[in-house]
């Protein structure tokens, strides 16, 4: 019986292919989504699932307490490393230092990578393969490094470089022993780059890293992993870490094991943790997001399905009038339905791996495995049945009499009030990221034109990694090609940034503040709000003045010329407000203090005349190596600081969704505007005959509809100025909620709509009367 169900689906299909490529490609579209989501759901579920003895793999904990209040954290004490190594239910330790984000200098300029420190264990028990090299490199040469197949393609463009060097801005040169196989599923562990841990005694001597090898204090810079001998030896290991339990002052540290399979999904109480996943909380929202969007297709299946409901009546009469029952014909349409979806699904699939080929933040990978076959299988069985539900039922009640001899006079929508809500529900949802992308587009471009108006080319930053720089800062300025050089914190937005309290009119705030120097507002040519620049003659050991931002000026009060020219208590010490500066040109305006702080300084900024900046940079290099030989310059272009890729990757993500919502949308409104046309054939025939022209027709019929996206707009347009109005609170004023932009964002989707409907209602401007008249 079954059998016969989906063969007459696939014939009805076939014979209606215009109905059901529209179908199907509605239904892939919102469910390329969904299909993204079970993948990234996936991924989640996958994440180091492929590490042999997985059950036997578990991560020490830290439990910290104090003063009653608990606290975990997924990291330890470097020493607990050695010390446990000879718990008899272990049979492998693994130890992790983590080094942060290093800059490898290429050719091409500078790439972050993420440092890590290990041992040759880490390749034992972890499922981790290499290319090309040896394990080995990490137990006898403090200058290996490991590089991902990712990282070494982004350092050299290939992965052939056994035994070439790269360097690093803060920890120096290293050669490369080995190029680690990207992993089959997605891990929590940072396999960017590894080092040797004989590395880490190394770089401490060095002061480039934390001296923080010896010490119990430091809980926060180290991993410990351990392979157990049994899977249930975690009761044996737990039992074991109790006698390290440390206690200093009113802190006591005890330790925890965590299976490595339990890491996902992200425990929230786990801190330092932030590579593992999704939490419970966020698979739950992801949930829902399939579920609003199973309904959101069930609904253009159902507009498109009432649309064809006419050209299908006679045939419901005819099996009904030979015998069918309307269970019959209710699985007979639930068959197409899921056929379609099925379908539909097959098409979504392959454009979800494209999506993941093209789009760098869709960077997840996951086991495409019988589990999530039967997943998404699952999904498409799901979404069918929705889909199929309320047509199967609203047409299996047709009766022979009546739909063979006029079918017209049947109200399919008696509830059309229903329908009218869903669309202005759709359309509003449409309206509402629609706005908020033109007003998010809009920012961008305008934070782009401020960074390119304001900050050129030919301007390069000098890292002091701690250094005094008035030696190196002498001798560049003398260089030919140079304009002018700069011992700042601050070059338009802050490098680095201090805090401060200050106490004004008994009102005490907590400010960033940066050191700036006097000569920076001169090089720039800012003009201040109000106040004058620093003296020429400021004094470099005893603070005398301050200058504040718009955005510090307004925290204490609304006129800024109120406070300019006042003296105020900073930390403890009495300085005098001489100036109040414009806001920075990109991101949210955050309160800010300038003040005059020389040894605070932590980079030079160089003004280069325009096309010497290769020259420049090459010659500061020099320089540097002079004075530092034991550290290598960070040198980079300040623009680049401001090139934000990830920001365009996820401007392009959402204008993708918001275009997939507006199209979703305008396919439900399809299916409606043809099946209103169809309705009201006779009365258009009759119109048409006492003399009604065709744009007449045309607007009688497209006037509700119209109406609708009205409807939606006077919903859509305030949440997306909510939108937008929480934006502007986070980004600042930069931020455009105008009537421009909203009524662009509006524009946009009501357009496509009315384009939509036009596209069906234009034929009631093509009625024939005769023919329609004849026919009733």
């Known amino acids: 019986m079954v059998k016969n169900y989906f063969k007459i689906a696939f014939r009805n299909l076939w014979k209606h292919k215009l109905f059901s490529f529209v179908n199907i490609f509605g239904l892939a579209l919102s469910m390329a989504v969904g299909v993204l989501i079970f993948a990234r759901l996936k991924a989640n579920y ?51 230092r983590f080094g942060g984000k290093n800059n490898a200098l290429t050719n091409n300029g500078e790439v972050p990578v993420d440092i890590s420190f290990s041992e040759p264990s880490f390749f034992e028990v972890f499922g981790f393969k290499l290319l090309s090299g040896n394990a080995k490199g990490l137990a006898d040469n403090p200058a290996a490094i490991f590089l991902s197949e990712q990282t070494a393609k982004k350092i050299f463009g290939k992965t052939d470089i056994i035994g070439q060097t790269v360097e690093f801005t803060n920890i120096g040169t290293f050669s490369v022993q080995g190029i680690i196989a990207e992993p089959a ?84 109480a786990i801190q330092n943790d932030n590579n593992s996943g999704i939490n419970n909380t966020g698979i739950i929202i992801l949930l829902f997001l399939i579920l ?68 760098d933040i869709i960077n997840f990978v996951f086991r495409f495995d019988l589990l999530l076959v039967l997943g998404l299988l699952a999904y498409g069985l799901f979404t069918g049945l929705v889909a199929g539900a309320l047509p199967a039922w609203l047409l299996s009640a047709f009766q022979p ?25 759709q359309f509003s949802v449409t309206i509402m990221l629609m ?97 004058n620049n620093f003296p020429a003659n400021v004094s470099k050991n005893t603070e005398q003045f301050v200058l504040l931002n718009e955005a510090a000026a307004k925290l204490f009060t609304p006129n800024a010329a109120i406070i300019n020219g006042q003296n105020i208590l900073l930390g403890t010490a009495n300085v005098q407000v001489i100036g109040i500066m414009p806001d920075q040109i990109a991101g949210p305006p955050v309160p800010l203090v300038f003040r005059y702080l020389p040894k605070e300084v932590i980079a030079l900024t160089i003004v280069v005349k325009a096309g010497n900046e290769a020259a420049v940079s090459k010659a500061c290099t020099t320089i540097w190596k002079q004075y ?14 401001y090139t934000n890729e990830a920001t365009a990757e996820t401007m392009g993500f959402f204008a993708f969704f918001a275009l997939l919502v507006m199209i979703i949308a305008a396919m439900g409104i399809l299916g409606i505007a ?9 009365e258009l025939g009759i119109r048409k005959v006492l003399g009604a022209n065709k744009i007449k027709l045309i607007w009688s019929v497209t006037k509700n509809f119209t109406l609708l996206i009205l409807y939606a707009g006077f919903f859509g347009i305030p949440a997306g100025l909510f939108c937008g109005h929480l934006l502007q609170i986070r980004m600042g004023s930069k931020v455009d909620i105008g009537p421009v932009n909203l009524l662009i964002g509006f524009s946009l989707v009501a357009f496509a ?24």
């Open 435 to 531: 706005i908020f992308f033109v007003i998010l587009t809009d920012f961008e471009k305008k934070n782009s034109a401020s960074v390119d108006a304001v900050i050129a080319s030919n301007i390069l930053t000098l890292d002091l990694n701690g250094e005094n720089y008035e030696n190196v800062s002498n001798e560049i300025s003398h260089l030919s090609q140079v304009e002018n050089v700069l011992a700042t914190n601050w070059f338009y937005d802050s490098y680095k940034m201090g805090e401060c309290s200050i106490t004004w009119n008994n009102t005490a705030q907590q400010f960033k503040y940066v050191s700036i120097d006097p000569k920076t507002i001169r090089a720039t040519g800012i003009k201040l709000k109000l106040g």
């Open 46 to 96: 996958d994440t180091d699932h492929f590490h042999p003895k997985l059950n036997q793999i578990v991560r020490i904990l830290t439990k910290e307490t104090v003063e009653g209040r608990q606290a975990l954290w997924a990291t330890t004490p470097q020493p607990l490393a050695a010390a446990v190594a000879n718990i008899p239910s272990i049979e492998k330790t693994v130890a992790l």
């Open 628 to 641: 530092f030989p034991q550290k290598t310059p960070a040198i980079h272009r300040l623009r680049d600081k």
């Open 292 to 359: 609003a969007l199973t309904l959101l297709s069930a609904f253009n299946y159902v507009s498109l399905s009432m649309a064809r409901a006419l050209s299908r009546s006679h045939e419901i009469g005819v099996r009904k009038t030979i015998g069918a029952s309307r269970w019959q014909i209710i699985n007979q349409f639930l068959a197409e339905a899921v056929v379609i979806s099925i379908i539909a699904l097959l098409f979504s699939v392959p454009l979800v791996f494209f999506l993941m080929s093209k789009v």
């Open 674 to 682: 043809s099946y209103a046309v169809e309705l009201r054939t006779k």
């Open 753 to 776: 709509g009315i384009v939509t409907v036009l596209s069906q209602t234009i034929r009631a401007g093509l009625v024939d009367p005769v023919k329609v008249l004849k026919a009733e």
């Open 401 to 425: 009499v009546q739909v063979l001899r006029k079918m017209k006079n049947i109200k399919l929508l008696r509830s059309a009030g229903v329908y009218k809500i869903l669309i202005i529900i």
């Open 185 to 268: 599923l997605q891990t929590h562990l940072p396999v960017e780059a590894i080092c040797s841990m004989l590395a880490v005694e190394v770089l401490e001597k060095k002061l480039a890293l934390d001296n923080i090898s010896n010490s119990w204090d430091d809980d926060k810079h180290a991993a410990l992993y351990a392979r157990l001998n049994a899977e249930n030896n975690i009761s044996l290991l737990n039992a074991a870490l109790k006698n390290y339990s440390r206690k200093k002052g009113s802190v006591t540290m005890d330790f925890e094991a965590q299976r490595l399979e339990d890491i996902t999904p992200r425990t929230l």
